[in-house]
């Protein structure tokens, strides 16, 4: 137990203390509404919260599968960069609306994958 509660300290730490798109947005919007901190947590919450359920649902095993590994990793790169363009030629809001409609894509998509069981002898 203890590892867990220091291992989530470590890495919620990780993410405050390295600068990502989170927290330059909040840096950026909460220059004009003092609300904007509110609104980007409940929008981190809004994509992360189907995830979470999903996990629990049973398919975090298939989270773990190395195909699955390798083609998160590959993807980071290019919606890094789309997530840039959008920001810099839409605006603030339409990476997160296109993550948005993504992740709810996915999860819908995800409760379509039959998972194998391995037969135990």
Known sequence: MLLLVVQTVVISLSGVIAPG???TTALAAGTRSRHAGAHLALGHGVVELPLMLL???G???LLKADGVKMVVGLA???ASLGAGFLWD???LTAPFIL???LTAAAALL???VKEKRACNQ
């Open 59 to 61: 398919l975090g095993t």
């Open 21 to 23: 798109p989170l927290t």
């Open 76 to 78: 980071a790169l290019p």
């Open 99 to 101: 993550s948005l409609g």
């Open 89 to 91: 030629k839409i605006g």
């Open 55 to 57: 996990i629990l649902a």
């Open 110 to 112: 995800l409760l379509f």
